[in-house]
């Protein structure tokens, strides 16, 4: 059964930097995307970064240049780089990936941005 694994949240203040990681297991496939989508209290999910397995990769409108995402494909493995993070980043982020067809998602990891 795959399962993704994030890890990396925590509480930073304005400006400060975060790496998140995700990890799939449970598949010996390689995932063709691996994404990350953040939510926040009373909004929908949005869509942060994602990248495929050619390193094609796109981003959010709202990243302007902060975020970087990465993955190492044969651990199934994708990081979020998160630079000059400003309060309005605070939500839970979700890693998402896509294998063979079907879509996988983790349970969260909270980034909270307070002074």
């Known amino acids: 059964q795959v399962q993704l694994v994030e890890s990396g949240g925590g509480l930073v203040q304005p400006g400060a930097s975060l790496r998140l990681s995700c990890t799939a297991s449970?598949?010996?496939?390689?995932?063709?995307?691996m994404s990350w989508y953040r939510q926040s209290p009373g909004k929908e999910r949005e869509f942060v970064a994602g990248?495929?397995?050619?390193?094609?990769?796109k981003y959010g409108d709202f990243v302007k240049g902060r975020f970087t995402i990465s993955r190492v494909n044969l651990r199934n493995t994708v990081y979020l780089q998160m630079n000059n993070l400003e309060p309005e980043d605070t939500a839970v982020y979700y890693c998402?990936?896509?294998?063979?067809?079907?879509?996988?998602w983790g349970k969260g990891t909270l980034v909270t941005v307070s002074s």
């Open positions: 449970g598949t010996i496939y390689t995932a063709n995307t």
């Open positions: 990248v495929i397995s050619g390193s094609n990769s």
């Open positions: 998402a990936a896509e294998i063979r067809g079907a879509n996988f």
